[in-house]
C-alpha cells in the first residue's frame, strides 16, 4: 500500500507540475491574431489639396517612416508617387500646396524649431538638419529644394513662394534652374516694411500681395504691389488688423479689424520689459489709476472692413454690438461671392457664418446649422459652395456636407458608419475629394459626388493589413461622480466567452482638444493609438477609449469644463468613472486594469497610477507633464492638481516613454518624475529617444514603444511579474 500511495502522490505530483496556471490560461486567451507590425502597416494619407482650376488632387503618405508627395486627376484617378524618400529618417513633410493648374505642389521638407530655432534631428545626423521649401511637378521628375523657410504661400501659377523670416516677407522663384543657380537663403527682402510683417497672401492673378504689418500696440493690412512696387496699407487706424482675403477679381482685400491696446493693456505688456509703462510702473511703485486699466474699452470689439487694394480707401461692412462675446473673431475668413464666410461660436458649437457685402445693414448667417461641431471646410472653385466635416447627427464620427455660401439648407453628402473629413471640391464641381475611414479600414484618399452618395476609395491597404479580424467598437456613454457624461469607445475580444474574466485597459487621449472617434483616426499618432487598441482588443484584452471632459467634438460647454488641468484636474473623474465601469463588467479581471497614453494621456496615466493604484494595476505614460506650476507652493491649486506630490501613495508599475527634444513637454517633466519614483522604491521601466520631438518622427520608434508596452502589459497584468528600473532602454 505504501508503495502505491507513494506511485499515487508521484503522480498526482508531476500532474500539478505540468497543469497550466492562472497566469498560463491567461496567457493562452491573449493570443493576437495579427501582429503590431501588421495594423502599423498602412501609408497615412493627410494634407490633402486640390487644384482651383484643374480636377488634380494631391496628398502626403506616411509609410513606415517614409514620407511622399502623391497625385491623382481625372478621370480615372490612380495615385501617382511623386517622390521617392526612402529612408525612416525622422525628416518631416507638411504644409503641402498645388498650383491653380496643379502643375506643380510645394512643401515643407524637416521638422518645425523649437524656441531655440533647433530644427529637429531625431536621427541625431552629425550634418545636422533644416527646414526648407521643396516643389515637384506633377507630371513627374525629381523633387528640388526651394528655399530655407519655416512656412510659405504658393503662387497661383505655382512660380514663385513667400516666405517670412526676421520680421519680412521675402519670394524665391520655384523654377528648379532658378531655384539651384542663385543663392536664395542670402537674397534680401522682397520689400521692407516696418514692424513685424507676416501673413502674406496672393491676389488671385499672383501681381499683388497683402500681409499682416504688426506695430506692436496696433497692425495695419498692407498690400505690396509687384508691378509698381510700393506699399499701401488699407484703410490705416490705431487699432488691430488682421485675417486679410482678397475678392475673387483681385480688386479689393476684406479684413477683420479689432481695438487697439488700451493704457492698461500697454503697461501690461511692457512691465517686464523696458517699455515706457514699464518704466513709469517701477517709478510709481504703485498701481497705474484705475481709468487706464485693461478693462475699460467702450463700444464693439469686432469689425469687418473691406478696402480697395489699389488705393487703401475702406469702409466699415459690419461690427458686432457693445457687450457681445458671440462673435470676437473672424476665424478663417474667406471671400466666397458676394459674402464673406468664417467660423465663430457663439453658441455650444464651432460653426460657419456668412456677411452679405452688399446689403447695407448685414447680419451674419449661420450656414451650418445643427447639433453638433464643423471641423475642416473646403470652398468650391467658384466660391458658391462650402463643403464641410461635422458631426452633426453621428457625434463619433464625421460626414460630408456642402451649403451655399449665401445661405440655405445644407446637403449631407455621407452617411452611415463611414468617417469622411478634410473636404477637397474639385474644380469642375463634380466630385469632392476627401479622408476616409471606417471602423475597420484605416485613412484613404477618396473620392464623393458633390450631390453626395459614397465615396470611392483611391488608395490601397497593403496585403499583410487585417482587415477582417478587427473589431466593431461600440459607444459607451458613463457619467462621473461629479455628474458630467462622457462617451467612450468599448473594444471587446472577437473570441470572449460568458463566464471569462479578461485583463482591460484603457486609452487615454492627448490635447485635451481632440476626441476618438467609433472608426480610424484623421490624426497620426491617434490613427495608430486606435490601431493599437485594435491589437489589444485582438488579443483577448477588453479595451475602452476615453473621451474624457474638456475635449472637442461635444460642444463648447464639455470644452471648457471647469477646473480642468493645473486648476483642479477635474477631468481625472471620469477616467475614474471609467475604471470602475470596468472593474464593475462580468468580463473583466477587475485586478488586471491598465492605463496609457501620450502626452495629456500621459498625464491622466499618471494620475491614474498616483490617485488609485488600487484600480489601476499598471500603465504607460509616454511624455507626460508630472508637476504642474511651482513645486515649492504646496498649498497651490496647481501643485495639488499634479501626480509628482501623490507618489507616495503610487504602488502600481509604470513604463516611461520620452524624447529629449519634445517641443510640447519639457522632458524634464520625466527627469523630475524618475528621481520621486525611485526615492519612493515605485517598479518602473524608461525608454529614452536622443533628439526625438513629441510625437516621435522616426516610425521605428513607435514601434520599439508599442512593442514594449504589449510586453509590459503582458508581465505586469497577464504574467504578473515584478517589475524592476530599467533604466537604458531606449535603444532596445
Not at 457681445?324 to 471671400?335: E, H, N, P, S, V
Not at 452618395?453 to 466593431?472: D, E, N, S, Y
Not at 469607445?489 to 490635447?511: C, M, S, T, V
Amino acid at each position: 500500500m505504501r508503495t502505491v500511495r507513494a506511485r499515487f502522490t508521484l503522480a498526482l505530483a508531476l500532474t500539478l507540475a505540468q497543469a497550466p496556471t492562472a497566469a498560463d490560461v491567461a496567457a493562452q486567451q491573449l493570443k493576437p491574431r495579427f501582429s503590431i507590425d501588421d495594423v502599423v502597416s498602412y501609408a497615412f494619407p493627410y494634407d490633402l489639396v486640390s487644384a482651383r482650376k484643374a480636377d488634380r488632387i494631391a496628398w502626403i503618405e506616411f509609410e513606415r517612416g517614409m514620407r511622399n508627395v502623391y497625385t491623382a486627376a481625372a478621370p480615372d484617378f490612380e495615385p501617382v508617387r511623386l517622390t521617392s524618400f526612402t529612408e525612416d529618417d525622422g525628416v518631416d513633410l507638411s504644409g503641402l500646396q498645388i498650383s491653380d493648374d496643379g502643375a506643380v505642389v510645394a512643401f515643407i521638407r524637416g521638422h518645425t524649431p523649437n524656441r531655440d530655432g533647433w530644427v529637429a534631428n531625431p536621427s541625431s545626423d552629425p550634418r545636422g538638419a533644416e527646414r526648407a521649401v521643396w516643389a515637384v511637378s506633377t507630371s513627374g521628375g525629381r523633387p528640388w529644394r526651394v528655399v530655407e523657410a519655416t512656412s510659405f504661400e504658393l503662387s497661383p501659377d505655382g512660380k514663385w513662394v513667400l516666405y517670412v523670416r526676421d520680421g519680412q516677407i521675402y519670394r524665391a522663384p520655384v523654377n528648379p534652374g532658378l531655384a539651384a543657380s542663385q543663392d536664395l537663403d542670402a537674397a534680401p527682402p522682397l520689400f521692407r516694411a516696418y514692424g513685424t510683417n507676416g501673413s502674406p497672401t496672393w491676389s488671385p492673378d499672383g501681381r499683388k500681395i497683402a500681409f499682416v504689418s504688426d506695430r506692436g500696440d496696433h497692425s495695419y493690412i498692407g498690400v505690396y504691389d509687384l508691378d509698381n512696387p510700393r506699399v499701401t496699407y488699407m484703410a490705416p487706424s490705431v487699432d488691430r488688423d488682421a485675417n486679410p482675403t482678397w475678392s475673387p477679381d483681385g480688386k479689393s482685400i476684406a479684413f477683420q479689424r479689432r481695438p487697439g491696446l488700451t493704457f492698461g493693456e500697454m503697461a501690461a505688456r511692457d512691465r517686464q520689459g523696458g517699455g515706457f509703462f514699464g518704466q513709469q510702473r517701477r517709478a510709481a511703485d504703485g498701481a497705474l489709476p484705475g481709468m487706464f486699466e485693461g478693462r475699460f474699452r467702450g463700444g464693439h470689439t469686432l469689425e469687418l472692413w473691406v478696402a480697395d487694394a489699389e488705393t487703401g480707401v475702406g469702409r466699415r461692412v459690419w461690427h458686432n454690438q457693445p457687450g457681445d462675446t458671440a462673435f470676437t473673431t473672424l476665424a478663417g475668413l474667406r471671400w466666397a461671392g458676394d459674402h464673406v464666410i468664417f467660423q465663430a461660436e457663439p453658441g455650444n458649437w464651432r460653426h460657419w457664418y456668412s456677411i452679405s457685402l452688399k446689403d447695407p445693414k448685414p447680419e451674419p448667417i449661420e450656414l451650418t446649422p445643427g447639433e453638433g461641431e464643423v471641423e475642416y471646410v473646403g470652398l468650391s472653385a467658384d466660391g458658391r459652395y462650402l463643403y464641410y466635416a461635422a458631426n452633426m447627427g453621428d457625434i463619433d464620427r464625421r460626414d460630408i456636407w456642402r451649403v451655399e455660401t449665401s445661405g440655405g439648407r445644407p446637403r449631407q453628402l455621407t452617411k452611415g458608419d463611414d468617417i469622411e473629413t478634410y473636404p477637397a471640391p474639385l474644380a469642375s464641381g463634380r466630385h469632392v475629394a476627401v479622408l476616409h475611414a471606417t471602423a475597420k479600414q484605416p485613412l484613404s484618399v477618396a473620392l464623393v459626388p458633390a450631390d453626395g452618395g459614397r465615396a470611392r476609395v483611391i488608395t490601397k491597404l497593403p496585403a499583410t493589413f487585417p482587415l477582417a479580424q478587427q473589431v466593431v467598437p461600440t459607444n459607451v456613454t458613463l457619467t462621473a461622480e461629479d455628474g458630467v457624461q462622457f462617451n467612450n469607445q468599448l473594444f471587446l475580444p472577437p473570441d470572449l466567452r460568458r463566464g471569462e474574466r479578461r485583463p482591460a485597459l484603457i486609452f487615454i487621449h492627448g490635447g485635451p482638444r481632440r476626441q476618438m472617434l467609433l472608426g480610424y483616426h484623421y490624426m497620426y499618432f491617434y490613427h495608430m493609438a486606435y490601431a493599437i487598441n485594435q491589437y489589444f482588443a485582438n488579443k483577448g484584452y477588453v479595451v475602452l477609449s476615453v473621451n474624457y471632459r474638456s475635449g472637442i467634438g461635444y460642444g463648447k460647454q464639455f470644452r471648457m469644463a471647469p477646473n480642468v488641468g493645473r486648476n483642479g484636474m477635474s477631468e481625472y473623474q471620469d477616467i475614474l468613472a471609467a475604471g470602475k465601469y470596468l472593474a464593475s463588467r462580468p468580463d473583466v479581471d477587475p485586478a488586471r486594469i491598465g492605463v496609457w497614453g501620450l502626452s495629456y494621456g500621459g498625464i491622466l496615466t499618471a494620475q491614474a497610477l498616483a490617485r488609485n493604484s488600487d484600480l489601476f494595476a499598471a500603465g504607460v505614460d509616454i511624455a507626460g507633464v508630472h508637476m504642474w506650476g511651482d513645486p515649492a507652493d504646496t498649498s497651490a491649486v496647481t501643485y495639488k492638481s499634479s501626480s509628482a506630490p501623490l507618489v507616495a501613495n503610487w504602488r502600481s508599475p509604470v513604463l516611461l516613454v520620452h524624447g529629449d527634444d519634445d517641443r510640447n513637454v519639457s522632458f524634464s517633466q520625466t527627469v523630475g518624475l524618475v528621481q520621486l519614483l525611485r526615492a519612493h522604491d515605485v517598479p518602473f521601466e524608461l525608454i529614452v529617444y536622443p533628439d526625438e520631438v513629441h510625437d516621435f518622427l522616426i516610425h521605428e520608434r513607435w514601434m520599439k514603444t508599442f512593442k514594449a508596452a504589449d510586453d509590459f502589459f503582458d508581465r505586469t497584468l497577464i504574467r504578473k511579474e515584478a517589475v524592476r528600473a530599467v533604466e537604458a532602454a531606449g535603444q532596445r
